[in-house]
């Protein structure tokens, strides 16, 4: 059974940082694509980050610069490493898997199979 947990969310003032972790069990996770996305109220599930399974990666405009996306394939986890937090960062957060494996790195999320239950990040200014 495939799982994935997030955690390291929190409050944090603008110009902070915060690093998530998204912990995978049930599968080998080094061969498929990973994402992050978020969703603030009343808006859509968006893209963050991606990584490949070749350790390529992949950012929405809005964070290029801030946030880094890593892997450490011996623990079978996903991080987001983000700097420079604003408040329209704010939003619930979430680690998905690509079991598919789609060409590249995908950035819709239907595309992604699996998902955490999220985690919080609020910036206050």
């Known amino acids: 059974q495939v799982q994935l947990v997030e955690s390291g969310g929190g409050l944090v003032q603008a110009g902070g940082s915060l690093r998530l972790s998204c912990a995978a069990s049930g599968r080998t996770f080094r061969s498929y694509p990973m994402a992050w996305f978020r969703q603030a109220p009343g808006k859509e599930r968006e893209f963050v980050a991606g990584?490949?399974?070749?350790?390529?990666?992949y950012y929405a405009d809005a964070v290029k610069g801030r946030f880094t996306i890593s892997r450490d394939n011996a623990k079978n986890t996903v991080y987001l490493q983000m700097n420079s937090l604003k408040p329209e960062d704010t939003a619930v957060y979430y680690c998905?898997?690509?079991?598919?494996?789609?060409?590249?790195?995908?950035?819709?999320?239907?595309?992604?199979?699996?998902w955490g239950q999220g985690t919080q990040v609020t910036v206050s200014s």
């Open positions: 990584i490949s399974r070749s350790d390529g990666t």
């Open positions: 998905a898997v690509d079991l598919t494996v789609h060409p590249g790195i995908v950035t819709t999320y239907p595309a992604y199979n699996y």
